[in-house]
């Protein structure tokens, strides 16, 4: 497994995924050392790169990323795996089909799912508009996820959408790539922010129609340049 670790394939998916994380860290993303970030290996069923366990999002480098597989083992790395992103990100990398999971309990996306809709309003802000017709809502919290039931039980309720909103817990963001996941992250949370900031107001809320909704989030999904472009600005501010 440590020639599969090093090669230069998953060299760059070990630094693609760090500066996911740290690119997080200075956003405002991460909580503690809780949450992760974790991509599948391509060809290598039922194994994925993990950030470990205990490490700040902003310490994060190329070679403190693990290597597990489906059932929690470290198969390379220098760190520990922190059990219950084994429980989630393995289920959704295998039950929902999944390439790149993120998962966090960031602030705006976060307060959204303690209310009765439970997640955005994809008919609001131009930011919440890009994901109109992919979310998912799992209202059901059960606490940490501390054993595999929990974890297939999120993938799930998560299904085909790209992100799912966990009530009374935080999100997840799946892509098919890792600088598209980060941009969807990213926006989701300013869309999110935007609509509790307008809700705050006090003053009665003007979504436009589903029809535009559905519009722009096509637009945005026929051309995602500017996601690769974003994350390489990243990449070259955070080194």
């Known amino acids: 497994m440590n020639e599969i670790f090093h090669s230069p394939a ?3 998916l070990r630094a693609d995924l760090s500066l996911a994380l740290r690119a997080a860290a200075l956003h405002g993303l991460g909580e503690g050392v809780c949450n992760h970030f974790s991509v599948a290996l391509p060809g290598q069923e039922g194994l994925f790169l993990l950030n470990p366990r205990g490490l700040m999002w902003d310490e994060v480098g190329p070679d403190d990323v693990v290597l597990v597989d489906a059932l929690g083992n470290k198969l390379a790395g220098r760190h520990e795996v922190e059990p219950t992103a084994m429980f989630i990100h393995a289920a959704i990398h295998r039950i929902a089909g999944k390439h790149c999971v993120l998962h966090t309990h960031m602030p705006y996306a976060t307060a959204l799912t303690l209310t009765d809709a439970r997640a955005l ?6 930011n919440a508009m890009r994901f109109h017709g992919r979310l998912a809502i799992d209202e059901h919290y059960n606490g940490l996820a501390l054993d595999s039931s929990e974890g297939e039980r999120i993938a799930r309720a998560m299904g085909a959408a790209d992100i799912a909103f966990l009530g009374n817990h935080g999100v997840v963001v799946c892509a098919e790539r890792i600088d598209y996941a980060y941009d969807d992250l990213y926006f989701l949370e300013r869309a999110c ?6 809700q705050s107001s006090g003053r009665p809320l003007a979504p436009s129609t589903a029809g535009m909704a559905a519009k722009v989030a096509a637009q945005i999904q026929s051309e995602r340049l500017q996601s690769t472009l974003f994350f390489e600005a990243l990449r070259r501010r955070l080194g």
């Open 193 to 198: 922010a935007a609509q509790v900031l307008a």
């Open 121 to 126: 309003d994809t008919t609001l802000s131009q």
């Open 10 to 12: 998953v060299a760059a």
